[in-house]
């Protein structure tokens, strides 16, 4: 039995494939839309004729290719002469065995195909692997320092060919630092204005609050610095800014909607400074949306600052800054460096979805613990010091069959819009 099949970018072209090639009166076996348009597998009626002889056995969504002006097609067995016809009749339980047959036929065809391309996606990896094991190399630290693998097969596909390691990994850096865009030192403190700090819970936008509160006290006295707070639902959450605010001598106010925050910050329209620390919520929450209209409904330019926390992994990451940025983003502060494995994850997050990056912090104290971002001293800081062997680094053949891996549409995709203007020194 050959089970045939045909792709075409419409149903109507792969059905006039089969046609063609098939007759009119082929089985489709199934159909369905793949990222290239429209996928057929069919098998001549000759074929089908010597696996079952009655058509009724088709499997579930199977039919016959008939031309518009074409009768009904016959009952295969009225071909056989009559004396035989009774002899190969099936029993009426001969139809739901078929049926089973041919499922369990076209599974393992398909089985069998995806062995075949994961098998020779495999191979095609290690060939380029002996051509290229400079390439490789890099792109095994990218990827053990917490670089994604979209980012490194990018960066990879963009270094000088002939460059040895170390070469290769200079270049590599420096394209890394001209992509990881960093404000200007202490550019929020100097220039002041109204920022919110937004972002999921438990990222450290309280602490990270009186951080920049504290920097701003100590450049342009307290009397400049004004902090508010919306977050009236965790317990404990205003005090905890309360406190920070007196021991800064600066007045904490509390927000409940939007008339209210209009109000206020109309009242502290002199201020050189203004810090909102936002409720904590989950990415997924629908409160986010509220709050969100509350900040841009309130008539004031609020600039919203995105904490993301070092220790989150990228898929993580990813979610949260798609769940902020439609509404825009000012730029972010990285948090919790000091507890995360390594700083490639979210600096990787930053650079894909090309976000501006302030500050960095590293531990709790008030306000040492908080540093402008330097684009270069995070990378060096990234490669400098070499991973040790986890439960999560991977083996040369566990590397392999993970890197030969297709990337599916929407990967290839969001790579091509994540990179338009990737570029390198």
């Given at each position: ?14 059905l ?6 098939l ?5 489709i ?32 969504g ?17 071909k ?60 095994r ?9 979209q ?32 404000g ?79 109000l ?11 810090l ?45 800054i ?30 894909r ?15 040492e ?55 390198h020194?």
């Amino acid at each position: 039995m050959k089970v045939k099949r045909y792709l075409a970018s419409t149903s109507k072209e792969a059905l006039r494939q089969v046609k063609e090639e098939l007759g009119d009166d082929a089985v489709i076996l199934s159909n369905r839309k793949t990222k290239n348009g429209v996928e057929i597998m069919a098998l001549a009626d000759a074929e089908m004729s010597g696996l079952v002889d009655i058509p009724t056995a088709l499997p579930h969504g199977a039919q016959m290719v008939k031309s518009e002006k074409q009768q009904p097609a016959a009952p295969v067995y009225s071909k056989v002469p009559a004396v035989t016809q009774e002899l190969i009749e099936p029993p009426k339980a001969t139809p739901e065995i078929s049926v089973s047959l041919m499922h369990d036929i076209i599974a393992e065809i398909h089985a069998m195909k995806t062995t075949l391309e994961d098998q020779l996606a495999t191979v095609a990896w290690g060939n380029y692997t002996q051509r290229k094991p400079e390439k490789m190399k890099i792109l095994r630290t990218l990827l053990d320092v917490g670089f994604s693998p979209q980012l490194s097969r990018r960066l990879v596909d963009k270094l000088t060919p002939d460059f040895d390691y170390e070469q290769s990994l200079k270049q590599a850096m420096a394209a890394l630092t001209s992509n990881l865009h960093t404000g200007a030192s202490d550019e929020m403190v100097e220039k002041g204005g109204i920022y919110a700090l937004i972002g999921p819970t438990g990222v450290g936008k309280t602490t990270t609050t009186a951080k920049l509160a504290a920097r701003c006290v100590i450049r342009h006295g307290a009397d400049k610095v004004a902090l508010l707070t919306t977050d009236s639902y965790r317990i404990g959450g205003h005090e905890q800014l309360k406190i920070y605010g007196q021991l800064l001598g600066i007045p904490v106010r509390n927000i409940k909607d939007t008339d209210d925050l209009q109000l206020t910050l109309y009242e502290l329209r002199n201020k050189h400074m203004v810090l909102i620390d936002t409720i904590g919520m989950s990415q997924r929450d629908h409160m986010v949306a509220e709050q969100s209209a509350m900040l841009s409904n309130c008539g004031a330019d609020i600039k919203r600052m995105l904490i993301l926390s070092a220790a989150s992994n990228g898929k993580t990451l990813d979610e949260v800054i798609s769940a902020y940025q439609n509404d825009g983003i000012f730029g972010c502060i990285i948090t919790k460096i000091d507890e995360a494995a390594s700083l490639g994850v979210a600096l990787d997050a930053v650079i894909r979805r090309k976000l501006m990056l302030h500050y960095v912090t590293n531990g709790q104290k008030v306000p040492e613990d908080i540093h402008a971002a330097n684009a270069r001293y995070l990378l060096h800081r990234i490669f400098k010091s070499s991973p040790g062997e986890s439960a999560f680094t991977l083996q040369d053949a566990e590397f392999a069959l993970i890197m030969a891996g297709k990337q599916d549409e929407e990967s290839v995709r969001s790579n091509e819009k994540s990179f338009a203007g990737f570029h390198h020194d």
